[in-house]
T-cell receptor
Framework: SQQGEEDPQALSIQEGENATMNCSYK?????LQWYRQNSGRGLVHLIL?????REKHSGRLRVTLDTSKKSSSLLITASRAADTASYFC??????????????FGKGTKLSVIP | DAGVIQSPRHEVTEMGQEVTLRCKPI?????LFWYRQTMMRGLELLIY????????DSGMPEDRFSAKMPNASFSTLKIQPSEPRDSAVYFC????????????FGPGTRLTVL
């Protein structure tokens, strides 16, 4: 399975601190995506990084990808209470003829304390 | 844009009953995905469609589960007969194309089978 696995499972930080979440996977991928899920809501796409990219930024988000180690990290800088949510990595693989797999990890539950 | 619409938002039913979940994807999106989320198994891809055609249903747990997409603006996921272990949150997501990658999730249907 190429399922991504996030680490840590839960993270609690003070507002203003940085939060780092990691994701490891097992097989080759076309891209890796990070999603956020607020309690009781659907997932919201945050950022996508392709297999030939090493780093990507979007606002306070920074994502890195190391395909040699099959790992990715999501950094949220200057965290806010509104960042409290579960964060999921998802690995995408196309295997031809329209076949597509997007496999989600179990998520990291982030709590930002005001 | 109204986003992905799912109905009902909550469903409580008794074991053995038929359950039908509905999804309206974002207009113009050609790909539609059904996911199931539980605490134990996380987020699992059940089936996805491209241009109304089912591409991969290998994630459908049993023959009790079936999905249809009769047109570009509507899809159903049916469970018949339902069992308590089917209790979960079911999400529908859509994207412009499979290769575009960004998936937009609906708010989910929380299903409880008693």
């Amino acid at each position: 399975s190429q399922q991504g696995e996030e680490d840590p499972q839960a993270l609690s930080i003070q507002e203003g601190e940085n939060a780092t979440m990691n994701c490891s996977y097992k097989t080759s991928i076309n891209n890796l995506q990070w999603y956020r899920q607020n309690s009781g809501r659907g997932l919201v796409h945050l950022i996508l990084i392709r297999s030939n990219e090493r780093e990507k930024h979007s606002g306070r988000l920074r994502v890195t990808l190391d395909t040699s180690k099959k790992s990715s990290s999501l950094l949220i800088t200057a965290s806010r209470a509104a960042d409290t949510a579960s964060y999921f990595c998802a690995t995408a693989l196309y295997s031809g003829a329209g076949s597509y797999q997007l496999t989600f990890g179990k998520g990291t539950k982030l709590s930002v304390i005001p | 844009d109204a986003g992905v619409i799912q109905s009902p938002r909550h469903e409580v039913t008794e074991m053995g009953q038929e359950v039908t979940l509905r999804c309206k994807p974002i207009s113009g999106h050609n790909s539609l995905f059904w996911y199931r989320q539980t605490m134990m198994r996380g987020l699992e891809l059940l089936i996805y469609f491209n241009n109304n055609v089912p591409i991969d249903d290998s994630g459908m747990p049993e023959d009790r589960f079936s999905a249809k997409m009769p047109n570009a603006s509507f899809s159903t996921l049916k469970i018949q007969p339902s069992e308590p272990r089917d209790s979960a949150v079911y999400f529908c997501a859509s994207s412009r194309q499979i290769s575009t990658d960004t998936q937009y999730f609906g708010p989910g249907t929380r299903l409880t089978v008693l």
